[in-house]
T-cell receptor
């Protein structure tokens, strides 16, 4: 039981490049989340998926797109990376509305 | 590991003392609250949760207090240990926003030996 798995763990992109961050959970959870964490800013919600086939914007969705591919997987895409998107990205999942979320280990993204 | 929360407020306590970490939440409709611990280079880890129909909940060495009147949450850690050194975040869910999990600002806890 791996929990929440994110790939890659580290990535360096040039400005304007695109990439997809992958996230998979093996806990049969309905809800999945993508957050970014900048130093001193805490975690900010980018996108949220309450269930397979649904997605919803969070606090900072601009510059990102998501896909809830199936119940297990929730990917985050940067179409044209900008230096302002340099951050640590966390994926999380929770079983239900009133339960805690479990987090992956993060993807450290640098855009130069 | 990578340092997160370089500019977060810091609470420094002596090993063995009790720690109290505070959080003001944003939405009066929120009905579920969670405290997370984040160590350097790692993802947040669940500590304890509380629902809005309660005002206190205890775990192992930790207690969460909820004051809905002033929208305030606190985490008390008894007999603080060096392994408790980390950044602590509160988070809330509310039905008005589809139960998205929204984080508050964090606090860095430093335990002095």
């Amino acid at each position: 039981n791996a929990g929440v798995t994110q790939t890659p763990k580290f990535q360096v992109l040039k400005t304007g490049q695109s990439m997809t961050l992958q996230c998979a959970q093996d806990m049969n959870h309905n809800s999945m989340y993508w957050y970014r964490q900048d130093p001193g800013m805490g975690l900010r919600l980018i996108y949220y998926s309450a269930s397979e086939g649904t997605t919803d914007k969070g606090e900072v969705p601009n510059g990102y797109n998501v896909s809830r591919l199936n119940k297990r997987e929730f990917s985050l895409r940067l179409e044209s990376a900008a230096p302002s998107q340099t951050s640590v990205y966390f994926c999380a999942s929770s079983s239900d509305r009133g339960t805690e979320a479990f987090f992956g280990q993060g993807t450290r993204l640098t855009v130069v | 590991g990578e340092s997160v929360g370089l500019h977060l407020p810091t609470l420094s306590v002596q090993e063995g003392d009790n720690s109290i970490i505070n959080c003001a939440y944003s939405n009066s409709a929120s009905d579920y609250f969670i405290w997370y611990k984040q160590e350097s280079g790692k993802g947040p880890q669940f500590i304890i949760d509380i629902r809005s129909n309660m005002d206190k909940r205890q775990g192992q060495r930790v207690t969460v207090l909820l004051n809905k009147t002033v929208k305030h949450l606190s985490l008390q850690i008894a007999a603080t240990q060096p392994g408790d050194s980390a950044v602590y975040f509160c988070a809330e869910k509310n039905p008005d926003s589809s139960y998205k999990l929204i984080f508050g600002s964090g606090t860095r806890l430093l335990v002095r030996p």
